[in-house]
Nanobody, 119 residues
Framework: QVQLVESGGGLVQAGGSLRLSCAAS????????MAWHRQAPGKERELVAA???????NYADSVKGRFTISRDSAENTLYLQMNSLKPEDTAVFYC?????????????WGQGTQVRVSS
């Protein structure tokens, strides 16, 4: 099992920045990829950014150039640096980890952290 705990959300004005963190604990040795997703009110959850164990990243078009995903494997922590925030970035942000266990692959979600961007 893997536990994920997000932090760093809050209220910020448009144009501001926030840095989200996701601390992973438990059976983390097999984590192969991690990602940030978000869900805005009335909308489906969507992928924001992802990073593999090799460091390859990909981003949603809506956040390219503004958000940066990074991972500290030694600390088992995932980050999302969010700059130039817009009101449409308002959402609950969720951390996700894909883990390769001896018995198979399992995906894990954190509880989410709220990000609100005021205009």
């Amino acid at each position: 099992q893997v536990q994920l705990v997000e932090s760093g959300g809050g209220l910020v004005q448009a144009g501001g920045s926030l840095r989200l963190s996701c601390a992973a604990s438990g059976d983390t040795a097999g984590i192969s990829a991690m990602a940030w997703h978000r869900q805005a009110p009335g909308k489906e959850r969507e992928l924001v950014a992802a990073i593999t164990s090799a460091g390859s990243t990909n981003y949603a078009d809506s956040v390219k150039g503004r958000f940066t995903i990074s991972r500290d494997s030694a600390e088992n922590t995932l980050y999302l640096q969010m700059n130039s925030l817009k009101p449409e970035d308002t959402a609950v942000f969720y951390c996700y980890a894909r883990c390769l266990h001896a018995w198979g692959t399992q995906g894990y979600w954190g509880q989410g952290t709220q990000v609100r961007v005021s205009s």
